[in-house]
């Protein structure tokens, strides 16, 4: 499956990176709530945290983890699998997990405010993450067939390093759903 994604323009990635995302979010969010339930009743109204509500922190704060998927993904890919690839979906499993236990810096009363929590914030960043994945993950450097690798089968420079249109265009509109994402979780 995640092979087929290589062959497909950016844009096209997008969506079943997404989906893949969201699927082991739930899946880890089901497990972690399964077994840390009691984490949930009795718990304070969200809202009391002391959380950095500046939309410029709260974007560097995801510019950290888009550095990683970027960087990972342009500098190897071993079969079908890129750092980057891997640390976004290392993303789904651990956020899904500190939500299913109610982890974090807000605590939810329940799952019909925790989800309300992630639309207003976390869809959007993590759908950025998911576009950010799908624009660099044909760019990587060192390229083996295998995993683990036994050798290259590409190999180029840094410097030589080319973004196509459509990779451009998928990395500016990540950027901007990025920035929209920092301002929705500062100022709703």
């Not at 939309?55 to 500098?75: E, K, Q, W, Y």
């Not at 683990?148 to 089968?153: A, C, E, Q, S, V």
């Amino acid at each position: 499956m995640l092979k087929k994604l290589y062959e497909k323009r950016p844009m096209e990635r997008v969506i079943p990176l997404f989906a893949l995302f969201l699927v082991l979010y739930a899946a880890m969010f089901m497990i972690s709530y399964l077994t840390h339930g009691d984490a949930w009743p009795g718990v304070p109204a969200a809202g009391a945290a002391e959380v950095s509500k500046d939309p410029i922190r709260l974007i560097a704060d995801s510019g950290t983890v888009v550095l990683f998927i970027v960087g990972g993904n342009i500098l190897v890919r071993a079969g079908a699998l890129t750092p980057g690839l891997a640390i976004f979906l290392l993303q789904a499993a651990t956020g899904g997990w500190f939500g299913g236990m109610n982890g974090g810096p807000e605590f939810f009363q329940g799952i019909g405010s925790y989800s309300a929590g992630f639309l207003k914030t976390g869809f959007l960043e993590y759908l950025s993450y998911a576009m950010f994945c799908a624009g660099s993950l044909a760019l990587s450097i060192k390229v083996s067939d295998k995993f683990p690798p036994k050798g290259w089968t590409v190999q180029k420079k840094l410097i030589d390093l080319t973004f196509t249109k459509d990779e451009t265009n998928v990395l500016i509109a990540a950027l901007v759903v990025l920035a929209a994402s920092g301002f929705a979780e500062a100022l709703l």
